[in-house]
């Protein structure tokens, strides 16, 4: 046993120790105070003991807003759990506060009873009257129905690391660290990943690592041996299918799943983006892995990555570009060109809220129709939405896998909230995942660059192969030869032919899986990042005895053979979305149902509670 | 590791190099003249049609690439840079020549155009200047002079024209050459001396549009002037221009360039600006980028011709040297990542 458990063993002892099944913590504070740190922390020490966990950083535009402004409380939010979850929670147990800003923006969200803790170091009169209170509201009666815990954490914190001689800001800012400490106690988390962290952050800088090690463990002490918390909690390891497991943020999965696929089809990744905020890490993921052979680039601007993804296909790499919502905007017109040149090449949306700047870095499902048909001319392509952030592997891999087998641009969706979220996730065994094959022609007898094979894909010839010299371009080409041709019968053909293709997906793809029965009074049908509240929420609706059903779908287009059929099965249709019912009119106008849609805009996920309580009513709403 | 192996040189005629499609460019294009030279320099180069790539944007001259028995992408307008560097980073093997044109190059592709020369990929990109919009008509262009009347003119232009070989220039192209449709010897010699180019080649080539823009570019072409309105640029030699060869360019001590007539008070050879296309700096090939028709005779020739690192092949060396430092890929390693558990079956 390792001193640190040790530590742990004792400090249980020490206290009451309760079990619980989940438990939901949120840090909050100055958008420099560090809570992405500290939050992304605590999940990897929760995910290492093997909790199921979901979670939600929540951060402003800024990089640094005002100091102590409303504007720039930043704030993570992690649920976990020793049973399956699929949400970051709705109201938290435990809200950490690190000044009146982040207490004024996070109350409304701690349950009734929950542990506040507050550096009370922060709330001074100028902080209090800066975040719109009248009084210092430890003070008064606001608080009573919560456990505060005033802790003056910047004091306690310059006095933990005063030996270690750091200048007076630099010992200050390890409060944060503290904090997490505190945390780590209170939820009986190991100490041992964040000191390793440490280490390799501030391995250069001894004073700093040494620093924030002893406000770790003095947190960790502070909670054990004051009398301010009477119990504290443990979360016993979720019952997961066997295997190895990670934590993973979607982003960074995305970018796996990338190179996943280029390693299955034995090629080689050509990844292009421009800065844009949800979608840049899988840019700043995919570029530390160069002895992949990975090839990035960053473009001059969001047309530029579009288009050399384009050349880079043309060129035989498995080409992806990244970006979001008024990135893909600019991109429209060169996905028109890679529609009509055939080539394959996967476009991440990472969604963030619209229009324009609008919310650039919250959460937003509202480019389902951009990518449905934000092009000029008839211009189909196929659509996935990743559902989690492991989930962005599995679906970047297929979005892969799609474009290269029917020589078409794929769309996959994500969003802001699976981009930064992370959870638990069974990493598969590389000699399990499907290969992509990929085949150039060769032989110049008989080759025609616009003949088309069963799937009606074209041959997917290479420059630099003897013999196959062949022209491309935006002109409509003429069948098979790939003549310009202005023909208009020509035309109606190849559109015909490239709508054929996109749909002829719906053959290579599942059947869409249904959660409870396959009729019933109720059906919810969502798509993306929405799948955790959805479930969530149909699953306690089932718990009370409704009849209730959850259709979660990853393709968007074309959409699975058996949707119309599933549909049908029930009384009611509810669609869920982050937007304005967007899925909702694809459904209505494809299969001629009476659905309804439960809409929401506020740069967050949907509740479980507004999501049951929405199908309490609509289930009512038969009386 | 490329995708396939560099193809061996070639013997072909220049015919051999041109399509079976039908071209369709207006009779009496100065394109025709351009599509000869780039077959003619092809073949003296001994270029391997099935390992070269032309790409274009959209306008008269982005038709090219179909008129060429090569691999061709008639792409969108203003982006064929972006296309050609995104093919470009995939195939280090391939020749990647950009047709693009004046408005094509400089409006709505200017930024395209611009990067790709400012990061010097090894590409060639030419540009046929008509100073029109030709495919649509007729409208004013970017280069198109100042109170240009158009169709979308009609009371004249008011803005100022850009030089596209100042852009290049500006933009510190490793190589900058102007040429004219109209002298085949000329454009053949700085094609052949484009391809040869390691680097981002930059070539404005003047083009008559004799539908919309005929004779743009008389004071160059036309036999009885054209030597006093011409310079050509030659390297380590003197600006000397004329039909009799006595005309000269020299710089003022204000930096100002002016035209002399050798044996006028006293001018002679020695006080001339000499041509060097090998200066680190671009500032004395910005200087003759500037020299325009009428005040000055206009340079044609190669502006600037150096070695700097090309950035495919540096982005090549870094993967190389990665590779070496972090190892061999293991995809099991990139997934599991730095931390992972393991739940056992019970």
Known sequence: ?623 | MSDTATLPVVNLQPKDYGSNQEIRWCPGCGDYSILAQIKKAFSNLGKDPDNVVFVSGIGCSSRLPYYMNTFGIHSIHGRAPALATGLRLARPDLEIWVITGDGDGLSIGGNHLLHSIRRNLNIKILMFNNRIYGLTKGQVSPTSERNKKTVSTPFGSVGASINPCSFAIGAEATFVARTVDMYPAHLQYTLERAAKHRGMAFVEIYQNCNIFNNEAFNHATDRETRDDNIVELEHGKALIFGKNKDKGVRLRRDYRPEVVKLGDDGASIYDLLIHDEKATSPALAFLLSRLRYPDYPEPIGVFRDIEQAVYNELIEEQIQRLTKEKGEPDLQKLLNGPETWEVQAN
């Open chain 1, 1 to 623: 046993m390792t001193r640190l458990d040790t530590q742990i063993e004792q400090a249980a002892a020490a206290k009451n120790l309760e079990d619980l099944k989940s438990a939901i913590v949120r840090f909050a504070g100055d958008s420099g105070d560090g809570m992405q740190v500290v939050g992304t922390q605590f999940t990897n020490a929760t995910a290492l003991v093997g909790n199921d966990l979901a979670t939600l950083p929540d951060f402003p535009a800024e990089i640094r807003a005002p100091a102590g402004s409303l504007a720039g409380v930043s704030g993570f939010q992690i649920n976990f759990a020793s049973t399956e979850i699929f949400t970051p929670g709705d109201t938290v147990q435990t809200l950490v506060a690190m000044n009146p800003a982040a207490l004024k923006v996070n109350l409304g969200d701690l349950e009734r009873g929950g542990h506040l803790i507050v550096n009370s170091d922060a709330f001074t009169p100028q902080t209090i009257k800066q975040a719109g209170y009248d009084k210092d509201p430890l003070e008064g009666d606001e608080l009573a129905g919560y456990h505060l815990h005033k802790v003056p954490m910047t004091r306690l914190t310059l006095d933990c690391v005063k030996d270690v001689g750091l200048k007076h800001k630099d010992a200050e800012r390890c409060k944060n660290i503290f904090a997490l400490g505190l945390t780590y106690w209170l939820y009986e988390r190991p100490l041992a990943p964040t000191l390793r962290w440490l280490q390799e952050k501030f391995g250069k800088d001894e004073k700093l690592r040494q620093a924030n090690e002893l406000a770790l463990r003095a947190g960790f002490n502070y909670g054990n041996t004051t009398e301010l918390f009477q119990v504290h909690y443990r979360i016993l390891p979720a019952r997961q299918e066997p295997g190895v497991y990670r934590k993973i943020r979607g982003n960074d999965a995305a970018a796996y799943g990338l190179i996943a696929a280029a390693w299955q089809a034995g090629k080689r990744l050509f990844y292009t983006g421009y800065p844009i905020t949800p979608a840049s890490d899988i840019l700043h993921e995919l570029v530390k892995h160069k002895n992949f052979q990975v090839k990035v680039f960053q473009a001059e601007d969001e047309i530029a990555a579009m288009c050399a993804a384009i050349g880079a296909a043309y060129g035989g790499a498995m080409a992806a570009t990244g970006t979001s919502g008024p990135g893909m905007a600019l991109k429209s017109e060169a996905l028109g060109l890679a529609v009509m040149l055939e080539l394959p090449v996967v476009i991440i949306n990472v969604q963030r809220a619209g229009p324009s700047t609008g919310l650039p870095t919250k959460t937003e499902q509202a480019d389902l129709l951009q990518a449905v048909g934000g092009r000029h001319g008839e211009c189909p392509l196929p659509i996935l939405a990743a559902q989690s952030p492991s989930d962005c592997f599995w679906t970047a891999f297929e979005a892969f896998k799609i474009a290269v087998r029917y020589m078409t641009p794929v769309i996959m969706l994500s969003d802001g909230y699976l981009a930064n979220g992370s959870e638990p996730w069974r990493v598969p065994r590389v000699e399990d995942l499907p290969k992509i094959p990929v085949a150039h022609p060769t032989d110049p007898e008989g080759f025609r660059p616009y003949s088309r094979n069963p799937d009606l894909a074209r041959p997917w010839a290479l420059p630099g192969t003897r013999g196959l010299a062949h022209r491309v371009g935006g002109l409509e080409k003429e069948d098979l030869t790939g003549r310009v041709s202005y023909d208009p019968v020509n035309h109606e053909r190849m559109c015909r032919f490239r709508a054929a293709k996109i749909a002829k997906v719906a053959e290579s793809i599942p059947d869409q899986a249904i959660y409870g029965d396959d009729h019933g009074d109720l059906v919810l049908v969502s798509w993306g990042g929405t799948f955790g509240s959805v479930r969530t929420a149909v699953e306690r609706a089932r718990e009370a005895g409704r009849s209730v059903s959850h259709i979660h779908l990853r393709h968007l287009n074309p959409m699975p053979r058996n949707l119309g059929t599933l549909l049908r099965g029930f009384r009611k249709i509810l669609v869920p979305e982050l937007n304005m019912g967007q899925l909702l009119m694809l459904l209505r106008a494809t299969y001629l149902v009476d659905a309804v849609g439960i809409d929401k805009m506020q740069g967050r996920p949907f509740t479980v509670a507004e999501l049951v309580l929405k199908i309490q009513q609509t289930l009512e709403g038969d009386h």
